[in-house]
């Protein structure tokens, strides 16, 4: 008896380790597939990551989602395609993120877009945003296309709206475009004032010097005639010194008729101190390093301005009130 309850003991012993062993691979087998699970959900997971761009459309206006880089927070922004630019919607990122040094926008083949872009314009297809040198995907809902009866009077809407703002912030656009010319123009007349005075120092010893010569050039003449009157009256006779005054005449029109083939200038007084004096000056430009391009550049930038302050002006005020205002500047 002892030896069959003994085996029988033995093999319910067997069964339970059997049963034992079969739930603890049971136990593994659910254990494994739960963190393989937990593993898919992780990498296929739905969430949005924390620094990916998002563009969702809400209340039919754009809202771009995005994390700061220096809070590290989501910060969403709300964008009017119709008045917003790139470069007013990088401006608010840089306001309201200070950590923001460089930002840009790009198309998805690489080029850059120009800040005066439109939103709208912009959010039509995917492109590029570049945050201090790190670069976002930013892939854009497609809307849907209106038809054409929509989409004519939606650009009429745009034409009106537009009429309608710039009807009732015009003046307010006039007395800005005044205060930028204004101010353009005193850093205009701030580059010019040394450059003037330099061109004052230059201008005072080429008329000096071209003065100069024009007195020599009139002794010269003096010193011609008196010694013809010397050789004529009390070395030599009229008659010898007749052909030679002639030949003098002569060389002195070859001259003349020289000077109109190298210069294609009449031979004249005037012409002559204008040449001789735009030579000193060009001359001594170059050895006192005065820029000539860069002063007419900046006097023709002057005039121009003057010329759109007025025109800003006479649409502001009556036409004494310019008068005065011209004076005052």
Request: aromatic share 10%; hydrophobic share 40%.
């Amino acid at each position: 008896m002892e030896p069959g309850r003994s085996l029988g003991r033995i093999a319910v012993s067997a069964r339970r380790g059997k049963g034992l062993l079969k739930r603890a691979f049971q136990v593994l087998y659910m254990k494994l597939c739960e963190n393989l699970k937990y593993y898919q959900s992780h990498l296929y997971s739905t969430v949005v990551p924390p620094d990916e761009i998002t563009v969702n459309y809400r209340h039919g206006l754009p809202l771009i989602t995005l994390t700061l880089p220096s809070r590290k927070e989501r910060c969403q922004f709300v964008v009017k395609p119709m008045l917003s630019t790139v470069a007013s919607f990088l401006q608010d990122l840089q306001n309201e993120d200070k950590g923001i040094k460089t930002a840009a926008v790009f198309t998805a083949d690489g080029s850059e877009i120009a800040g005066s872009t439109l939103m709208e314009i912009l959010l039509m297809n995917d492109f590029k945003l570049v945050i201090n040198k790190i670069t976002y995907d930013v892939r854009c809902p497609k809307q849907e296309k209106l038809n054409s009866e929509h989409a004519t009077e939606m650009e009429n809407m745009k034409s009106l709206v537009h009429r309608l703002f710039t009807a009732l912030h015009l003046e307010e656009f006039q007395k800005k475009r005044e205060h930028h010319l204004l101010e353009k123009i005193d850093h205009l007349k701030g580059q010019l004032h040394p450059l003037e005075e330099m061109k004052a120092r230059i201008e005072a010893r080429s008329e000096s010097k071209t003065s100069g010569l024009l007195w020599g050039g009139l002794a010269l003449l003096s010193v011609q005639g008196g010694a013809l009157a010397w050789l004529t009256w009390w070395v030599y006779s009229w008659d010898i010194m007749e052909p030679v005054t002639y030949f003098i005449t002569f060389a002195n029109s070859m001259v003349f008729f020289a000077y109109f083939l190298v210069t294609r200038q009449d031979y004249t007084y005037s012409a002559i101190k204008s040449r001789q004096f735009l030579h000193f000056f060009h001359k001594k430009s170059k050895r006192q390093h005065f820029d000539v391009v860069q002063y007419n550049k900046l006097k023709e930038d002057l005039a121009k301005a003057k010329e759109s302050l007025n025109q800003v002006r006479r649409s502001l005020y009556l036409p004494t009130q310019v008068e005065e205002l011209n004076e005052k500047n």
